[in-house]
């Protein structure tokens, strides 16, 4: 069983930034792949951003440039740095994590970008 506790989110302008985290309850080293998700009102849960053990990273189109993904193996933390933020970032955004064949999420945490 693998637990998932994010952290970060809030209400940030427009053009902000944010840093989220996300804290395992493993080594990130026995994880195949882990992921940021988002799921705005009323839309489907949506790819982010993802890393896999290896270290590859693949981003969706809509956040390229803006978004990075990173790890901490000593700390088993995932984290999102959101730069230039825009309205349309606003949603639940949950970490999940791949080990085996099973996947884990966390308990998602909130993103308003609004001024």
């Known amino acids: 069983q693998v637990q998932l506790v994010e952290s970060g989110g809030g209400l940030v302008q427009p053009g902000g930034s944010l840093r989220l985290s996300c804290a395992a309850s493993?080594?990130?080293?026995?994880?195949?792949?882990m992921g940021w998700y988002r799921q705005a009102p009323g839309k489907q849960r949506e790819l982010v951003a993802a890393?896999?053990?290896?270290?590859?990273?693949n981003y969706a189109d809509s956040v390229k440039g803006r978004f990075t993904i990173s790890r901490d193996t000593d700390k088993n933390t995932v984290y999102l740095r959101m730069n230039s933020l825009e309205a349309e970032d606003t949603a639940d955004y949950y970490c999940?994590?791949?080990?085996?064949?099973?996947?884990?999420w966390g308990q998602g945490t909130q993103v308003t970008v609004s001024s």
């Open positions: 999940n994590a791949d080990q085996m064949l099973r996947r884990y």
């Open positions: 890393i896999t053990s290896g270290g590859s990273t």
């Open positions: 493993v080594s990130i080293f026995g994880l195949t792949r």
